[in-house]
């Protein structure tokens, strides 16, 4: 009964918890048949979202939480040649619970996806992988987030991470947790040159252009609202019938709430051309911000007038097995949400490509600010602390008692 005493509270507090670790929820439109379905993810969620997406949970009327799969809008035909990449570091941290691995770029060309082939094993591994020219200075490009390896009853598996933000690092280095304290053994790292890739864009909403032409340079700032994930930028340019002008991007502000030692890769500078020839397009990959700055190098040249940029973001969706005459929810926007770990991507081949298709609404805002009164079933914030301070207390008393009770009975054992 005592320790039923002490788990109760302790269960009210992880609940508690929880409930405060989203900021914001929404309604899922109800279906007629169950079955998967797939909800697009609107810029106005992406934008509350932390890079990669952890931050996002289902549950129903029951708060039981559903399953899910994200997808973005992207078809990948990899049908060009399986490239390996050589391994210059490859060692397990025990007491750190991961294996590291350092990989070389030694031709620098323009990587988006690694394949890693290891020893067979089942479970979902979670993966952080970082790029860095100088093997000091790295820039994360994917946040810790969950593989699942391919099932095979061979003595090796593959491992695929079709979505890395492209880039050409000298270096890359990739951490895998294994959080079963079973070592991740890899063996060897290819890389697939795509022959090409078809994606499906949603708009932004513009974002405000200004220009400054100083120095033999313009200064092109591109803002945004908010802080926006931005997967492409096109730009409309006047100027000469032939240019080429040489371009620094960088974001100016942090937009992300997100704590790291190292920085993510939106943070990473750059560099690029404009040209009458080219398309004027940028493509990018999970990248946050609200603030861009482009520098544009004119020599000896009139600067180039910047007077449109459109911004598009990949269309996003989350597949769940939903059910009639049964409410859903969603939850989402999280400085500490990691990923879920789900047994469903194990089974998404099973899963329709075409699937129909249910829609989030009625967003809404779970206020949370210190200084704003913020209601949880019910109650004020001040009296949501009152009880967990009292919860705090009866666990300090009952763990006394217990303490008392123990040593007690060795007293007047010893007697």
């Known amino acids: 009964m005592k320790r039923i005493l002490i788990i109760l509270p302790i269960i009210f507090l992880y609940q508690i918890l929880i409930a405060q670790d989203f900021n914001w929820h929404a309604k899922i439109e109800d279906v007629n048949t169950a079955g998967y379905y797939k909800m697009f993810l609107s810029p106005d969620i992406t934008s509350q979202l932390n890079h990669s997406f952890p931050d996002i949970r289902i549950t ?3 708060n039981n939480e559903v399953q899910y799969i994200l997808k973005k809008q992207k078809t990948v035909y990899d049908r060009g040649l399986r490239k390996e990449l050589k391994i210059i570091k490859n060692k397990h941290k025990k007491f750190k619970h991961y294996t590291e691995l350092i990989i070389e770029n030694q031709e620098s060309i ?3 996806n690694l394949i890693f082939k290891v020893v067979n094993i089942h479970n979902p591994v979670y993966i952080k992988i970082y790029g860095a020219n100088d093997l000091k200075r790295w820039y994360v490009l994917k946040n810790s987030f969950p593989v699942v390896p391919e099932i095979t009853v061979a003595d090796s598996t593959e491992f695929k991470v079709m979505d890395i933000p492209e880039s050409k690092f000298q270096f890359y280095k990739i951490l895998f947790h294994d959080y079963d304290e079973t070592p991740i053994e890899v063996g060897h790292v290819f890389y697939h040159s795509l022959s090409d890739i078809r994606a499906e864009y949603i708009q932004l909403s513009a974002p405000k252009v200004s220009q400054i032409d100083t120095m033999g340079r313009s200064i092109i700032t591109v803002e945004f609202t908010k802080p926006e994930f931005v997967d492409m930028i096109t730009f409309g340019i006047k100027g000469p019938e032939y240019y080429l002008r040489k371009v620094q991007m ?50 000896d040249n009139q600067p180039l007038v910047y007077f449109k940029a459109n911004a598009y973001q990949l269309k996003n969706y989350i597949i769940a097995y939903l059910k009639p005459d049964i409410e859903y929810y969603i939850l989402y926007g999280s400085e500490t949400a990691s990923f879920p770990s789900y047994d469903l991507p194990y089974f998404k081949d099973t899963i329709p490509e075409i699937l129909p298709e249910t829609y989030i609404y009625n967003i809404k805002k779970t206020k949370r600010s210190i200084e704003k009164e913020e209601y949880i079933w019910n109650f004020p914030s001040q009296y949501l602390w009152y009880m967990v301070g009292l919860l705090g207390l009866v666990l300090i008393l009952i763990s006394i008692k217990l303490l008392r009770e123990r040593f007690g009975n060795n007293d007047r054992m010893t007697e």
Do not use: C
């Not at 500078?269 to 999970?286: C, M, P, V």
């Open 60 to 62: 129903d009327q029951y």
């Open 250 to 299: 960088r974001k100016k502000d942090t937009s992300s709430t997100e704590t790291s030692d190292n920085e993510f890769y939106d943070q990473f500078r750059k560099d690029f051309y404009f040209g009458s020839l080219k398309s004027n397009r940028i493509n990018l990959y999970d990248y946050k911000a609200e603030k861009i700055e482009l520098i544009v190098d004119n020599k």
């Open 110 to 112: 323009n990587i988006s």
